[in-house]
Structure formats: C-alpha cells, structure tokens
C-alpha cells in the first residue's frame, strides 16, 4: 500500500522572503545569515513526526486487515461455490429435475451473495482510504503548525534571517544545515508536552470519578 504519511512539501522561507542569500549584505549592511532544514529527516527523525508516522501505520495496518477479512469472505464463498457446482456436476444424472433446478438456484444465489459483497467490500476499503488520506492531510497541518514555532526559535538563537527548506535547494554547504538542531528542540519540546497531557488526562478523570 502507498505511503500515506510523508512530510516533504517546501516550507520555502522561515523568517523571510527570498532564496540566495547565504551570506549577502542586508538593509542595515550586516551579512544576512541564512539556515537550511531537511523537513524530510524532521518528519522522520523527531518524535513529534514519528508520532503522526505510527498513527497513520496504525490507519494502514486497519485498512489491509479488513482488507484481508473480505478477500478471505470472498474465498470461502468461492469454495462454497465450487462444491456446489461439483456436487451438480456429479449428481446431474441421478437428481430429478426438480432437485437440479434446486441446485442451480443455490449456484446462482451463491453468486449474487459474493457479486454484493465483493462491490460493498471496495466501496468500504475506498472509504478507508479516503478517511485515511483525509487524516494523513490533517496530520500534515498539525505537524507543519507545531513545528514553526521550533524554527523559529532555532533561527532565533542562530541568529538567522532565513531558513530554507532543503528540497527547493540542488547544492548547500553542509554547514547552513540546522535540521539536527531543529529535531533536538522539537524532542525536547515533544517530552515536555506529553507529561502536562497526561496529567490534563488524570485530571479529567478524576473528576469524572
């Protein structure tokens, strides 16, 4: 199954408008100092995107396990179909017509039966895919809104004045690159909110008691 979950969309510019100012002289003269992060390795490196990661394998891991239920409904249907048929193949010249017309009924039933349910199987698994690409896109916001105020305070204590993302960038100097520095804060940031929710959590449930 395709990945649904990949952060990688340009965050073009941080702190500024603009795109190849390294080092070049600003309004007030001063080098304008610029910074570069790989979005790409912060989705996949830092808490924070691993967590949006395993929810959405958790979204993945439902879809091809109902996935499996139904193809599996539909074999043993198949089977039950075959056996049938066998049975009519076998019996056809000691059965009455009645009872081979019986039989032919059952085949036809059968049938009908795995024809519904293979048709409301996909239309199932295709909302589960679509309720997933729908949560993969809110997952997108959430990590994107959560992560700029870290580059902002990255940026901040280094003193930048842009911060580009490293997909629209063909060659860098290695040295302008923060996304460690990006992943560490956002960690950090990342285990000082998850105790505070957890105990918002013992909270409410104590008052519930």
Known sequence: MKKLFVFAGPLALILAAGSSFAQTQGPTGKPTKMGVVDMQRISQESLLGKGYATRMDQLE??????????QTQIAQIDTA???LQDDLQKQSAILSADAVEKK???IVKKNRERQALAEDSQADIQ???QAAQGKAQEYQVEFNTKIQPILQAVGK???L???LDRATIVLINTELDITRDVVVKA???EKAARP??????YTSDAADE
């Not at 891991?61 to 139904?70: D, F, G, M, P």
């Not at 505070?196 to 959590?201: E, F, S, T, V, Y």
């Open 81 to 83: 179909i075959k056996t």
């Open 196 to 201: 505070a929710a957890g105990c918002l959590l």
């Open 187 to 189: 960690d950090d940031a």
């Open 127 to 129: 909302r589960m895919q």
């Open 61 to 70: 891991s439902e879809i091809r396990s109902e996935l499996t239920k139904r």
């Open 161 to 163: 004045d842009f911060i």
């Open 104 to 106: 032919q009924q059952e």
């Open 157 to 159: 204590e280094k003193g």
